[in-house]
């Protein structure tokens, strides 16, 4: 069969087959990265003796960068590289970077970590993209394919973070390091190997340009990422930096879309565009609360929870680290094709009700954080079943946003600035990892040696205020929803 865009988009069935050569790409990449993020921050400890609060902070500040950077490489995607060959590089330059601190890890670790930066901004943004070009416009079942490629992420992400965690704990370093490159490779050969299947999905914008034009731009965007190598480093190793750049970033990108904006023909363009925009500001907001879990739930697990879970033992930081990835892979196809359901029996919610309802179910979850001082001993310990289902009601919620969020950036940017807007949707998670970090930070106690009460108190009133204001981001997005719809010019 030839590869046309009408072919692949008039696939029949519930998912393109393309979708699955892309869920197995990203599901090996997130092995890769959430195994480096896994062990960030206790390897920072026990191999560059950082004290716990600078790898905190250090863990934040990579965290940041990561995501900033998908802005650029969606930008270099949509006007030089393409998304295929954008997704490539990231992987090659992410390969590097793990070979190279599994080489040396004390010596060449931010070396190494600096170029998986890189690499993931080259990569992370542009293959949502792709996802995005196997369905027309107003295809019913986009949500549920990226609800299904959410699932590859987390099963990358679980095996990542468990696997990698293992090596480095258990076994050396440089075979965790080692791990990560090497199922990076497989998931580039999948790619490499099922690329042709996408047809002119992804292809370099500039074909009309003689070949050796094309070569030079590539070129020049190669070398440029690989020459900032030394700019990106010094700011990775010094924190202080981070925050420089964050306050740079989130204004400059804003001033690029703005300007981007602008450019657009017609009013209809750039009102969706506008839609798109406010999506991702309230998305910010979802994961400076959600990303709690890396933060002040991970805290609150190792202080103040129980280790018994239904029937067994378990340590709470593996609940903590492990149940939402377990619940995403779930729950994700399930809701997917409720969707699809519903969307037969012309009951399925638009983006703006799921977004409310993905609020809605953060709010209840922390509220569930909260409530879970009530079962608390007399020395501040609680249960762990219903931290657990706290998580299960976070997750739902974050089905109703995360994989919902791509769909609609893809459904309402236009092609030419598709990679630039997805590389904008990470940037906003960019700020949510950043705000997560100061929102946890305000909610510890301000002694380090305060009691179990003390901490759980502490924490519980800070989830307490978490789901208040979730609850009401949730019900603002309900009630603009009719503003947001006509923004969206037809866009479901
Ligand atoms: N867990 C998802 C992923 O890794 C979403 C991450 C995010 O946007 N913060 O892709």
Redesign the pocket.
């Known amino acids: 069969m030839e590869y046309t865009l009408e072919n692949i988009q008039n696939f029949k069935g519930k998912y393109p087959k393309q979708l699955w050569y892309l869920f197995l790409t990203e599901m090996w990449e997130?092995f890769c990265?959430?195994g480096m993020r896994g062990v960030l921050a206790i390897f920072m400890v026990s191999q560059l003796s950082l004290t716990d609060k600078e790898s905190n902070l250090k863990y934040g500040a990579i965290q940041a960068f990561v995501?900033a950077f998908t802005f650029i490489g969606g930008i270099f995607a949509d006007k030089i590289l393409g998304f295929k060959k954008s997704l490539f590089f990231g992987g090659v330059v992410m390969i590097a970077g793990n070979l190279i601190i599994a080489f040396s890890p004390q010596d060449l670790f931010y070396f190494g970590i600096t170029l998986s930066i890189i690499g993931t901004g080259f990569f992370?943004p542009n293959i949502s993209s792709m996802v995005g070009e196997l369905y027309k416009e107003d295809d019913p079942r986009r949500d549920a394919g990226f609800g299904l490629f959410?699932s590859g992420?987390?099963i990358g992400?679980l095996l990542g973070g468990a696997i990698c965690v293992y090596l480095g704990k258990y076994h050396s370093w440089s075979l965790a390091f080692l791990a990560a490159a090497i199922v990076m490779i497989i998931g580039l050969i999948t790619f490499a190997f099922t690329k042709k299947t996408l047809g002119p999905i992804g292809d370099s914008p500039l074909l009309h340009l003689t070949d050796a034009k094309r070569k030079s731009r590539e070129m020049m965007v190669y070398a440029g990422s690989l020459l900032s190598i030394p700019l990106i480093l010094v700011m990775v190793k010094n924190t202080a930096y981070t925050d420089m750049f964050m306050y740079t970033i989130g204004p400059v990108a804003i001033i690029y879309f703005l300007f981007e904006l602008v450019k657009l023909k017609t009013a209809a363009d750039k009102s969706k565009l506008i839609a798109a925009f406010l999506f991702i500001a309230f998305s910010i907001l979802f994961?400076a609360f959600f990303?709690q879990s890396g933060g002040s739930l991970s805290l609150f697990a190792a202080n103040n929870l129980s280790d018994k879970l239904l029937f067994f033992n378990i340590d709470p930081n593996i609940v903590n680290n492990t149940s939402n990835s377990l619940f995403v892979i779930l729950f994700s196809p399930l809701l997917g094709l409720l969707w699809i359901g519903m969307n037969k029996r012309k009951l399925e919610p638009n983006t703006v009700i799921k977004f409310g309802l993905g609020f809605l179910f953060l709010s209840a979850a922390f509220y569930v954080f909260y409530y879970t001082r009530f079962f608390a001993d007399s020395n501040g310990v609680t249960s762990l079943n219903i931290f657990a289902l706290a998580y299960l009601v976070i997750t739902l919620g974050e089905l109703c946003l995360?994989p919902i969020g791509l769909s609609i950036i893809t459904k309402l940017s236009p092609k030419h600035l598709s990679g630039m807007m997805m590389g904008l949707?990470?940037l906003g998670?960019a700020y949510?990892?950043y705000v997560a970090g100061i929102l946890g930070a305000g909610m510890s106690t301000p002694n380090d040696d305060a009691s179990k009460v003390e901490k759980l108190m502490a924490y519980t009133d800070g989830y307490k205020q978490l789901a208040i204001y979730a609850l009401v981001c949730g019900l603002i997005l309900i009630l603009i929803s009719s503003l947001m719809k006509k923004l969206m010019h037809g866009v479901k």
């Open positions: 997130r990265f959430y995501y992370k959410y992420i987390n992400a994961w990303e995360s949707w990470f998670s949510g990892q």
